[in-house]
């Protein structure tokens, strides 16, 4: 019997949720919204993804409600997180510390998020996206990001205009220049 294409017949929300973000890319379209990429070329030339599975992609996620889509100059829109979207970001968080944390090789971690709105003064969040300075769950527009290691010869450096400006320190949300 093939392999299904859909979890039409799983009644369960964790399926449900899998609809909209299980399909290979999807995560990582997201992540880059995160990150504050908002253009289907920028999103195209930092992901190395085909044209037809991006737009495919964020297809998927404006109907889901997930990104709305608004113009930005005549004929180009951008991609920005709604806040079904942005409610994704405990999850998104969580497969990026276990990635790190299991799947990052030799070098440890290399991308920190700091809640850099911290009445406590702030630290890296840990595990489930906690702050262990003030012990909450900041929200994405509350945390700087930075790469730890910009500078690693160990890894493969990408030159493209959005991963230069990613291995900078920003806030999520904010939109890349």
């Given at each position: ?56 992609r964020l297809a998927t996620l404006v109907d889901a409600g997930v990104l ?110």
């Amino acid at each position: 019997m093939p392999l299904g294409q859909s979890y039409d017949r799983q009644d369960c929300a964790l399926a449900r949720a899998l609809e909209v973000v299980g399909e290979r890319w999807t995560m990582l379209v997201l992540r880059d919204c995160f990150f504050g990429v908002r253009r289907f070329a920028d999103l195209r030339a930092h992901l190395d993804i085909p044209r037809a599975v991006l737009s495919d992609r964020l297809a998927t996620l404006v109907d889901a409600g997930v990104l709305a889509r608004r113009p930005y100059t005549t004929g180009r829109d951008e991609y920005v997180l709604t806040d079904a979207g942005l409610e994704l970001w405990p999850a998104l968080y969580s497969l990026l510390w276990w990635g790190e944390r299991h799947h990052a090789g030799a070098g440890g971690r290399r991308r920190r998020f700091r809640h850099a709105d911290c009445p406590a003064g702030g630290a890296d969040l840990a595990a489930g996206a906690v702050c262990p300075a003030c012990g909450t769950s900041p929200g994405p527009a509350a945390l700087e990001t930075r790469v730890t290691d910009p500078d690693a010869t160990d890894r493969p450096r990408r030159d493209d205009a959005v991963s230069v400006a990613l291995r900078r320190p920003h806030r999520l949300l904010t939109p890349l220049p």
